[in-house]
């Protein structure tokens, strides 16, 4: 689990989140809330991050969308999640 807002991996997902230039440029974007997280084609998925609460509460749904293309879930502690993230809820 990551804790660390000085995380590298945490300091990328911000980039990506202020920066449509990054995202462009990385060929991607940054999907938010169950609804759009359970819309996202298998294939074009590359990396899954949850809060801590969400993956106590929706563990099996995360780790099920995630291992469809194989792809390991990355749990951020609420805290952190909250500074990548721009939704509330």
């Known amino acids: 689990m990551i804790t660390s807002t000085s995380n590298a991996k945490v300091k990328y ?5 202020k920066k449509r230039k990054e995202r462009d440029k990385e060929n991607v974007f940054l999907v938010e809330g169950i609804r759009m997280f359970r819309e996202v084609p298998a294939d074009k998925l590359k990396e899954v991050y949850v809060s801590e609460s969400f993956y106590k509460k929706e563990k099996s749904l995360a780790d099920e969308i995630a291992g469809r293309s194989k792809k390991r879930v990355e749990i951020l502690a609420d805290n952190v999640f909250s500074h990548v993230s721009d939704t509330m809820t």
């Open 13 to 17: 997902l911000v980039n990506l989140k």
